[in-house]
């Protein structure tokens, strides 16, 4: 099946500070997704982009399809950004494959 | 629209007990996912229904998980003799009828002891 993974692991940032998360996959794929899990585990979706570039207030996300990754952006990060950030990948059937994670500290 | 609801959020268990998670979905989705996340890592597919049937089982669901989803509603996840490996948080999602973007419910955190 596709893998998924995700760089950096870990990422300490300081308040203010910008940021690009990266998600390469090993095929190809029918949908890309990126997910927030904040400290008491709540998933929330980010963004659903399969293929080009989104924006969404501070973060946007881009999506090269023909060369298997994804980046995320964040700008201006705030401590509230905190948390882990999952992309996972859908190759056109009923499961979703989720990356390990990059766990992101933003501090004060 | 409340989105996706789990219940219950909590459960301590001893090993060989029998425990039920429920997950209501967001009202006019088909889609039900069932997913488990340990310690450190993403969340992994255990299973998919769309409507009432359950059309996907990952090999992770041993014998002693059984899902459901009674009529296309909500969806049941009984674990059966749980063992202390079963400890983990357990996830349920939905998505619409074209099994797009995936919502996730606030989990179920199940601890065997």
């Known amino acids: 099946g596709i893998q998924v993974e995700q760089s950096p692991p870990d990422l300490i940032l300081q308040e203010g500070a910008n940021s690009t998360l990266r998600c390469n996959f090993s095929d190809s794929v029918n949908n890309l997704q990126w997910f927030h899990q904040n400290p008491w585990g709540q998933l929330i979706n980010l963004f659903y982009?399969?293929?080009g570039t989104k924006q969404n207030g501070r973060l946007s996300a881009t999506t090269v399809a023909t060369e298997r990754y994804s980046l995320l952006y964040i700008s201006s990060s705030q401590t509230t950004d905190s948390g882990v950030y999952f992309c996972?990948?859908?190759?056109?059937?009923?499961?979703?494959?989720f990356g390990a994670g990059t766990r992101l500290f933003v501090k004060a | 629209d409340t989105g996706v609801s789990q219940d219950p959020r909590h459960k301590i268990t001893k090993r060989g007990q029998n425990v039920t998670f429920r997950c209501d979905p967001i009202s006019e989705h088909n889609r039900l996912y069932w997913y488990r996340q340990t310690l450190g890592q993403g969340p992994e597919f255990l299973t998919y229904f769309q409507n009432e049937a359950q059309l996907e089982k990952s090999r992770l669901l041993s014998d002693r998980f059984s899902a459901e989803r009674p009529k296309g509603s909500f969806s049941t996840l009984e674990i059966q003799r749980t063992e202390q490996g079963d400890s983990a948080m357990y996830l349920c999602a939905s998505s619409g009828q074209r099994g797009e973007k995936l919502f996730f419910g606030s989990g179920t955190q199940l601890s065997v002891l």
């Open positions: 996972a990948a859908n190759t056109g059937g009923f499961k979703t494959i």
């Open positions: 982009i399969p293929s």
